[in-house]
């Protein structure tokens, strides 16, 4: 004979294990936990030329998204 296990809820068990979310799945760290281990200070030199060059190709981007989501609502 086997049996079955029976569900947390049903056994009084409702609180998952320690470091473990629903049914023993690992906990997922919510958003704002996410962005607390960013590190406080970022070492970029705003003047290295490949910096630059990605900054124009970031507003580049930008502006054609800025533009094309105007151009839906009109």
Same mark, same amino acid.
């Given at each position: 004979?086997?049996?079955? @296990?029976?569900?947390?809820? +049903? +056994?009084? !068990?409702?609180?998952?294990?320690? &470091?473990? &979310?629903? *049914?023993?799945? #690992?906990?997922?760290?919510? /958003?704002?936990?996410? /962005? !607390? !281990? ?10 290295? #030329?490949?910096?630059? /060059? ?6 580049? *981007?930008?502006? /054609?998204? @800025? ?8």
């Amino acid at each position: 004979m086997s049996e079955r @296990q029976a569900s947390g809820a +049903t +056994t009084g !068990n409702s609180k998952p294990s320690a &470091g473990q &979310g629903l *049914q023993g799945q #690992p906990k997922v760290p919510a /958003k704002h936990e996410k /962005k !607390n !281990n960013l590190p406080q200070d970022f070492d970029i030199d705003m003047e290295d #030329p490949e910096t630059e /060059k990605a900054a124009v190709a970031i507003q580049s *981007q930008f502006r /054609k998204f @800025q533009k094309k989501k105007q151009d839906v609502k009109s």
